[in-house]
């Protein structure tokens, strides 16, 4: 597996709360993503960014923001978690754009109750 | 923006028959179509990608196709194992700092010996 790690691996919080994912890579890679995948829907882009400080949405950035001060680091966040972001939550990297091949990381899962 | 449609959703098969999964994609411009197969609990992994300029690409018992004209993709596994029993994942990019990969909604592959 490329080297890219997520924190915190399982998460339960209650609805309101903020709650901060993070991403962290060893590969130098230019790239980095969020997706959710939720039952039937299979993996949807929340978030990518192409550079330090340099970000974009995906389909799905509704109650969603990031950042990346670091190449290593992107940091996902949820301001007010709501039930309907219950989800599993995959980081992802890839060292050129969307179409060189992207690696993910080992998911966290995410329960707002 | 880019919608991709897999079929079927679920396909059950015996040890040893083929497998095939097929993709739909409506971007024209897509350029890259990578195969994805998640084992439960786990992350995604690439398990074979195709580009535009290649109708067919084969690794040992896996191969994709690509139509572009139709603009249809097919993953083809032939003898089949069990340890192929996974959820696979189809996806489309047309690159570039705005081409979003995005996904279908997954094939669960159930293979019984």
Known sequence: DAGITQSPRHKV?????PVTLRCHQTENH?????????PGHGLR???????????DKGEVSDGY???????????????????SQTSVYFCAISNRDSSDTQYFG???????L | GENVEQHPSTLSV?????????????DSASNYFPW??????????LIIDIRSNVGEKKDQRIAVTLNKTAKHFSLHITETQPEDSAVYFCAAS????????????????SVKP
């Open chain 2, 94 to 109: 047309s690159g570039g700092s705005q081409g979003n990969l995005i996904f279908g909604k997954g094939t669960k592959l």
């Open chain 1, 13 to 17: 919080t209650e609805t309101g709360t």
């Open chain 1, 30 to 38: 230019r790239y980095m993503y969020w997706y959710r995948q939720d």
């Open chain 1, 45 to 55: 882009l929340i978030h990518y960014s192409y550079g330090v400080k340099d970000t």
């Open chain 1, 106 to 112: 080992p998911g966290t899962r995410l329960t707002v």
């Open chain 2, 14 to 26: 015996q040890e040893g028959d083929s497998a095939v999964i097929k993709c739909t994609y409506s």
């Open chain 2, 36 to 45: 994805y197969k998640q084992e439960l609990g786990k992350r995604p992994q």
């Open chain 1, 65 to 83: 923001s990031v950042s990346r001060s670091k190449t290593e680091d992107f940091l996902l966040t949820l301001e007010s978690a709501t039930s």
